[in-house]
């Protein structure tokens, strides 16, 4: 008897490991201004680099639906897609505290 390999589902994996490289790449930003991220340049990366990572994640994780059937990765699939929305909301969720705490 011959073992029968699948494919990995590749989309599934990068959908689910993206939300938490765009975490990382917050905490790295926060890290490197020194806690008052909106104030110095790094304001720039955190505006365009983080939700790029996070659409890049929720796309991987939607195109990757349509393949569980024939690659597997059910897991990864849908817990990726989940995650992409938890944090493309506390992303959108820390943009709004910030500018009801920025404006007058």
């Known amino acids: 008897m011959a073992a029968t390999f699948r494919k990995s589902n590749h989309r599934a994996i990068a959908g689910f490991l993206l939300p938490f490289m765009a975490a990382g790449l917050a905490c790295a ?3 490197w201004s020194k806690g008052d991220i909106f104030s110095s340049f790094s304001w720039v990366f955190f505006v365009t680099l983080i939700p790029l990572t996070l ?4 796309i991987f994780s939607i ?3 349509s393949h569980v059937e024939a690659r597997g990765d059910r ?3 849908y817990s990726g897609l989940v995650l992409n929305l938890l944090f493309i909301l506390l992303y959108i969720l820390s943009l709004f505290y910030y ?3 920025s404006s007058p």
């Open 29 to 31: 930003l926060v890290l």
């Open 99 to 101: 500018y009801m705490i």
């Open 75 to 77: 897991d990864y699939a």
């Open 55 to 58: 659409c890049a994640g929720l």
């Open 63 to 65: 195109t990757s639906v």
